[in-house]
């Protein structure tokens, strides 16, 4: 027959453990913190609050462990993809709205490649330079916003990348990981999508959350 327990919390964490009825009113141990207190009694259909006899001496450091390995690769690489991302898409930012002749240029460039490619190569060769100009411009009109959007979603992943590092804040990690499998600038979300999925399941893991403890 199994033997019946009381769920109590600690006074000094707040960890739930479970305790034999025999125990309450006892001296235990949290096995979380290590903290001992005195179990709580029975009062008609209620316990009493637990009371805190002494927590362990408090080690300088002790409350930050050291980063885990299993965290520690991907925040690398939402480090990685943060950096390169917004490195790539200020530079190109600033040849579009800048630089206007690089980026007329650039755009250009595009659709030669394209064209070569026997992308948009109907209609009469008079007018072929004519719709290239007219393509070019649609397209810096596209990457004129798309670009600047991009750089906030590389800064996003780097933050996320920086919160997981230092422990800064949880939801901020999990954002920066969603972050980095959709910013498919420069195709940054291919291994975005790898430091992004593993960061998530290692955040959603008791020892994920545990990280962010303080």
Known sequence: MAQ???????PACAHLLRVPLDWLGETVQCPECKAMFKAPVRNGNTLTAPELISCPPI????????????????????????????????????????DQDGGHEWAMNQIHALRKSGFGTHGPLETQEQRNEQD????????????????????????????????????????GCVLAMVNIAHACCIPGAVAGLWGLLMLNSEEGRGHFQK
């Open 4 to 10: 019946e327990t009381e769920v109590i919390s600690c």
């Open 59 to 98: 080690v300088v450091g002790s409350q930050r462990k050291n980063l885990d390995a299993m965290l520690l690769l991907p925040a690398f690489g939402l480090l990685f993809c943060g950096v390169i991302g917004a490195i790539v898409n200020g530079v190109f930012l600033w040849k579009l709205v800048i």
């Open 136 to 175: 070019a411009m649609q397209l810096l009109r596209y990457y004129r916003w798309f670009v600047p959007l991009s750089l906030i979603v590389s800064v996003g992943v780097l933050l996320g990348g920086l919160s997981i590092a230092l422990r800064w804040n949880y939801w901020l990690a999990q954002v």
